[in-house]
């Protein structure tokens, strides 16, 4: 198959999926001839158009473009690589600029067919690259820039901006005094709300709304609101994800809590090794047979983190002491595996009630009591 012949395959599904951001290119007038060069032939890493070692036909407008050997060197290609190798995206010198290539989706690793469902692209100039997966029951698409610069217009009507979003864009700033005296209230300090970058919104009237920022590989995904008067919801496009993702990525053992404030209070207890939920708990457990994957919507972010919670030796479930906190932990264990997961058991705060979560005890009883609670986790058995 030729160069023309493979980008004319290449052209609908590539066009139609970024038409507002194809690149533009200095062109030449049209030869006949294209040279190839054997060692440009994609590796199994990265399935393509054939590189031409000297010129390229340019999938617009029918010229032709230079391609610099020396491109893989240069500092925004270096960068682009970098920030796709922290996203899953393994890129090699067969992934050249101006060109549409075909990867492994690493969200959804192709489904079961393995398909390479990944259209991936970086513009002519090193810019920026941009993907999407064509699989419907994924989709995941996205931009990432080699410099940190805005571009007019979008990936397309349903991508989602994937290590894209930055605080900027969100309208986010540091925490004010009145929230920064809302945290001390709840024993957080400064430090370990400046380590979880958690801020608030710029332009909220009342600087009352915080913003608890969900990173993963050190990338901004999405962020979660919420007021003081407890009021939640997700910013739009939010990956569902744990939140704290990244504090788990090497550890064999970890907390899983029912809220942002609760991994913040246990790391003021010595544990960094503790994620949230991103959503809140159910109302009672379910006694039907676990869904699929692809159905098990309410827990997708277990799905999401697969790949972090299946290397886990031992999980400290460390949810509300209420009953959709109860409800919240079976179901939670009912997909990791009961036999690796310890339940926290919160002390009694009267004669008649508990505390209710891990901020509380922080708040009334201290950090030592904190941390002696979840060294007393208990292995679990079942729901309460």
Not at 133 to 148: S, T
Request: charged fraction near 30%; glycine fraction near 6%.
């Amino acid at each position: 198959m030729s160069v023309y012949q493979s980008l004319r395959l290449h052209r609908p599904l590539t066009q139609s999926l970024f038409p507002k951001l194809l690149p533009r290119t200095r062109t030449y007038a049209a030869t006949t001839a294209v040279s190839v060069s054997p060692r440009r032939i994609c590796t199994v890493s990265c399935h393509s158009v054939a590189h031409a070692t000297t010129t390229v036909p340019s999938p617009p407008d029918g010229g032709e473009q230079i391609v610099d050997d020396d491109i893989f060197d240069a500092p925004r290609m270096k960068m682009l690589k970098q920030k796709m190798d922290l996203l899953g995206i393994k890129l090699d010198n067969t992934c050249v600029p101006a060109l549409y290539h075909n990867l492994r989706c690493p969200k959804c690793k192709g489904g079961r067919s393995k398909e390479r469902s990944l259209s991936f692209h970086i513009i002519s100039d090193c810019e920026f690259a941009m993907w999407r997966c064509f699989r419907p029951e994924c989709g995941w698409a996205g931009r990432v820039f080699a410099d940190d610069m805005e571009l007019d217009g979008k990936v397309s009507a349903n991508a989602k901006p994937y290590g894209q979003t930055t605080e900027k864009s969100l309208g986010l700033e540091p925490l004010g005094p009145q929230l920064l005296a809302y945290f001390k209230e709840r024993l957080i300090s400064e430090k370990t709300l400046s380590r979880n970058a958690v801020r608030q919104l710029s332009d909220s009237d009342d600087k009352k709304v915080i913003a608890f920022t969900y990173k993963q590989n050190g990338l901004l995904v999405g962020c979660k609101y919420r007021t003081v008067e407890k009021r939640f919801w997700q910013g739009k496009g939010t990956d569902k994800v744990l939140y704290g993702i990244d504090d788990i990525s090497h550890a064999s053992e970890i907390i899983i809590v029912e809220g942002e404030i609760d991994k913040l209070s246990l790391e003021e207890a010595g544990f960094q090794n503790c994620v949230s939920v991103p959503v809140g708990a159910p109302g009672k457990v379910s006694f039907k047979d676990l869904p699929p994957r692809e159905k098990d919507t309410a827990y997708q972010y277990l799905w999401n983190c697969k790949e972090y919670l299946d290397k886990v030796v031992r999980i400290i479930l460390a949810t509300d002491n209420d009953q959709p906190g109860q409800a919240l932990a079976e179901e939670l264990a009912r997909r990791l595996g009961h036999e690796r997961c310890w339940r926290v058991h919160w002390p009694k705060k009267d004669e008649s009630s508990c505390f209710k979560d891990a901020n509380e005890v922080l708040k009334y009883m201290g950090a030592d009591a904190l941390k002696r609670m979840v060294e007393n986790a208990e292995p679990y058995t079942s729901a309460d």
